[in-house]
């Protein structure tokens, strides 16, 4: 089992984000992820880094971890065939150390950049021709590609990836791991609780992917908040708060987001989130995607006012019970 750190493009810089990811290459992280967003989820305290830049950075300052997307879109504003280039770049500048990691996006990061968002059924046609064009490039096929909703003309990757890069899928239910164990190398998936996601997400992802031969790999998340009261609670999930805001999958605009979760009572917001106090919190918090999910990767997405200390406790009081826990 390994464990992961989730570096939030939604919440600061991508300079800052790249001293994280080689903290937590030092604290003994397995894998860094990072999320890929155009707009974050508010507009007052927040970031929105181009994940595939930073990647190349922090492949350059890394030599053992891991590094994966949690998740890129590759339906509208990355064509398939280009999201394959980028992942192989990123792959050999980290020696073969990439996971690409893919969803079916939001809203937030499509729209404002003028192109449509359609409805789930939709974006799941476009997913499957995208996960065959990525496939197939990474294949090292030279592709010619007619379907409905994507082309490619003798499309090529002349820079391949350095051996197999893994593509997992995000789904939050058993239509999407469904989707995922036919046509993705693993899966992504967020616990909440984590009896709930093994019978709706994880147990029909393996079925599928037991049918169809393939591998499987699943990756489980949970966000968390690390703060000793309220208050500092609300402030460390500042940049993330409107993630829970009403209308989220529709807004366009961060400062949208920002009204709508500013009316809403803080106490309302984190209690969304799994608040903590310690390092002792953060263990019961995720031993449960340990014991109960049996997750291959678990990623440890922390929000607190001090990430980089959050990483070095974290590496030293956390991940030493969890991988005890896995044993």
């Keep these: 089992m390994k464990f992961a750190w989730l570096c939030s493009h939604e919440s600061y810089q991508p300079e800052d984000l790249v001293r994280q990811a080689v903290a937590a290459e030092q604290a003994g992280f397995d894998v860094v992820l990072g999320s890929d967003h155009f707009h974050p989820w508010v507009d007052d ?28 879109c590759p339906l509208f504003h990355y064509h398939p065939a280009l999201v394959a280039q980028m992942a192989a770049t990123a792959d050999r500048l980290s020696g073969g150390r990439l996971l690409l990691g893919v969803g079916t996006g939001e809203a937030l990061n499509e729209r404002p950049l003028g192109y449509p968002f359609p409805g789930y059924a939709e974006r799941q046609e476009r997913m499957q021709e995208a996960l065959e064009i990525i496939h197939r490039m990474f294949a090292g096929e030279k592709l010619t590609f007619h379907g409905t909703h994507y082309r490619t003309e003798t499309a090529k990757l002349y820079s391949p990836p350095v051996g197999r890069l893994p593509v997992l899928m995000a789904a939050g239910g058993p239509k999407s791991a469904q989707f995922a164990g036919r046509y993705a190398d693993g899966l992504i998936t967020s616990v909440k609780d984590p009896a709930d996601t093994v019978a709706k997400v994880i147990e029909p992802y393996r079925r599928a992917a037991a049918e169809h031969g393939a591998a499987q790999l699943v990756l489980a998340t949970r966000w968390t908040v690390l703060a000793g009261d309220p208050g500092e609670a609300w ?13 989220r999958l529709e807004a366009t605009d961060p400062a949208e987001l920002r009204f709508k979760a500013d009316e809403m009572d803080s106490s309302e917001v984190l209690a969304s989130y799994t608040v903590v106090p310690d390092s002792d919190g953060l263990i019961a ?23 980089v200390r959050a990483i070095e406790m974290i590496g030293k009081d956390v991940l030493p019970q969890l991988r005890a826990a896995a044993a």
């Design 285 to 307: 918090a995720y031993k449960p995607l340990v014991t109960d999910v049996g997750a291959d990767i678990v990623s440890i997405q922390v929000m607190s006012a001090d990430p």
């Design 45 to 72: 305290t927040s970031a929105a880094g181009f994940v595939w830049s930073w990647l190349g950075a922090v492949a350059a300052q890394t030599q053992r971890v891991q590094l994966g997307t949690a998740v890129t």
């Design 235 to 247: 402030q460390a999930l500042s940049s993330m708060r409107g993630l829970r805001a009403p209308g």
